[in-house]
């Protein structure tokens, strides 16, 4: 077995470790774009797991941010990373310490775009770590679920133009991140509330966090009429349909969907594409 494939594996079973509701529809899809996706999704969550860590201090996960933001900007110098990073090595995930693997594995033609995407991701995470997450008008939260997902949608897009062609809306790819990211939001508002962070806007109810949920998932619809392969449809419906899902189970007082539930969702998914 090659490196690469090595790597391909490897990836995939990070993956599967790191994110469960990703690794279904990425692993829908052909192989070649099946292991690009993956290998941006992990390094988007490499910076991810440093913004969301629980016990580096908000000076440190700022000064890492920034790092890498700027060496995402240049030919990726892995002995600057391994640097980097020494000091934290004990604390911090695989799936951060190996971003220079996931690097590796994307293909030469996309890999600038997909740096390019988390090098401003790790920038706007870094603003935010500074700013303690605080959140008080509606541009602020605009601002903050680009920066976390919303770069996501414009990352997939970018994939998508590479790999087949294909066109989409990039502010309807944005709404399509940040309406999974507000979903997510009103999903872990008690837990978030015990470490401190309220992403809520300054006035606002939970019922217009609510709002700002499906006006974002309405949009990401609309994103995915301009999907005409199957793979990559398949791909953007499954979470799209359990954010649909979510959101309809926490406005019914529930805490989250079962696992039988999610299973139904993902299976109807794929009769209604492949229909």
């Not at 690009?36 to 908000?58: N, P, Q, W």
């Not at 990726?76 to 934290?88: G, M, V």
């Not at 133009?161 to 991140?177: H, S, V």
């Not at 872990?188 to 015990?194: L, P, R, T, V």
């Amino acid at each position: 077995m090659s490196k690469v494939s090595d790597l391909q594996k490897e990836s995939m079973k990070m993956l599967k470790e790191t994110s469960r509701t990703f690794f279904i529809p990425i692993n829908c899809l052909k192989s070649n774009l099946k292991h690009t996706v993956a290998s941006a999704y992990l390094c988007m969550r490499a910076i991810d797991e440093i913004e969301d860590h629980e016990s580096l201090e908000g000076e440190a996960k700022h000064q890492l941010l920034l790092s890498i933001s700027q060496l995402l900007k240049k030919p990726f110098d892995e002995e600057a990373y391994a640097s980097l990073i020494r000091p934290y090595r004990t604390v911090l995930p695989d799936v951060t310490q190996r971003l220079g693997d996931w690097l590796r594995l994307c293909p030469s033609e996309i890999v600038s775009k997909v740096k390019s995407s988390t090098s401003e991701m790790a920038e706007g995470m870094a603003k935010w770590v500074n700013l303690d997450f605080l959140i008080k008008t509606k541009a602020d939260l605009d601002e903050y679920t680009y920066y976390v997902a919303g770069l996501v949608g414009c990352m997939l897009s970018d994939l998508w133009k590479w790999y087949d062609n294909t066109n989409t809306d990039q502010e309807l790819a944005i709404a399509f991140g940040r309406g999974l990211q507000a979903v997510n939001m009103l999903r872990n508002q008690d837990e978030d509330s015990e470490r401190g962070v309220n992403f809520i806007p300054e006035g606002w109810s939970r019922e217009d966090m609510f709002q700002y949920a499906r006006q974002n998932l309405e949009k990401a619809d609309n994103y995915i009429k301009d999907i005409k392969d199957r793979r990559i449809l398949l791909f953007c419906k499954i979470p799209l349909s359990l954010a649909h899902s979510t959101l309809n189970a926490l406005s019914k007082g529930k805490e989250k969907m079962s696992r039988d539930e999610v299973h139904e969702i993902v299976e109807q998914v794929k009769i209604e594409v492949n229909a």
